[in-house]
């Protein structure tokens, strides 16, 4: 059984940084891509960021660009998301998931994890 179990998160003021990290366990994700979604309050759940396990390939939604960098560490099965230049409106849950396939919606998405609190204060 897949699990997905995300750290790092927290309360940071604006312009800081966070590094989440999301240990991933149960099967083999050489042909998976993993990757990151958030939801803020009153707001649906959106994509974030996305890797290739195999290759690491990346891409990004517009509004991290230049901001947030996609990582993976073959050799402890984790995914990180380096979060630079915070703003408030990042504040949300952080979600890592899972996808056998290159995804930017939830239906996409094969497994979740249960998401880690990032707070950005003004």
């Known amino acids: 059984q897949v699990q997905l179990v995300e750290s790092g998160g927290g309360l940071v003021q604006a312009g800081g940084s966070l590094r989440l990290s999301c240990a991933a366990s149960g099967r083999t994700f050489s042909n998976y891509r993993m990757g990151w979604f958030r939801q803020a309050p009153g707001k649906e759940r959106e994509f974030v960021a996305a890797?290739?396990?195999?290759?690491?390939?990346?891409y990004y939604a517009d509004f991290v660009k230049g901001r947030f960098t996609i990582s993976r560490d073959n050799t402890k099965n984790t995914v990180y998301l380096q979060m630079n230049s915070l703003k408030p409106e990042d504040t949300a849950v952080y979600y890592c998931v899972v996808s056998r396939v290159w995804f930017t919606i939830e239906s996409e998405v094969d497994y979740w994890g249960q998401g880690t609190q990032v707070t950005v204060s003004s």
């Open positions: 890797i290739r396990w195999g290759g690491g390939s990346t």
